[in-house]
């Protein structure tokens, strides 16, 4: 196992104090940069540093970055989201580790999808059925993830 123990710190957004969200870092008790190349091919990371090593994530609405000792994650509800999706990423980063024989590292971040070719997908009728006001709109969101 790589990744074993570490420190969770939740904080208030310090440009919107405000803000019903909180943030987290989680600080990593063990350096897991060997990981994140796998962590990316086994996830589809949103973008990749190669230098030093790290990996964002777009997963519902939020930003998860997974550095060499540091995991940031944004637009929480509570601490208990925040120990969920912690948990979560600490089991991937040990899967992808412990699986890397498996797994083509990759150093590049995954190709993004593109708003035209999402939505020649869709049918063009505008119908909301998907609950936004077109079809646009919606390829537009799936694009950004």
């Known amino acids: 196992m790589l990744l074993e123990t ?16 909180v943030h987290c870092f989680a600080h990593l008790d063990q350096d897991v940069s060997e990981a994140i190349p796998y962590l990316n091919a ?11 090593p790290s990996v964002t994530f777009k997963v519902h609405g939020k930003l998860i ?3 060499a000792k540091k995991i940031a994650v944004n637009a929480l ?8 999706i912690i948990e979560w990423l600490k089991r991937e980063i040990n899967s992808a580790w412990e699986n890397r024989d498996k797994i083509e ?6 190709p993004q999808p593109k708003v035209i070719e999402i939505l020649k997908l869709l049918p063009k009728t505008n ?10 709109v919606f390829a537009t969101q799936v694009a950004e993830g």
């Open 6 to 21: 570490y420190k969770l710190e939740i904080f208030n957004s310090e440009c919107m104090p405000g803000a019903m969200a």
């Open 42 to 52: 086994a996830l589809g990371g949103f973008t990749f540093t190669k230098d030093p």
């Open 65 to 67: 970055t997974v550095h």
């Open 77 to 84: 509800k509570d601490e208990d989201e925040a120990t969920k």
């Open 105 to 110: 590292p990759l150093y590049e971040a995954a």
């Open 127 to 136: 119908c909301k059925e998907c609950g936004q006001p077109t079809c646009m």
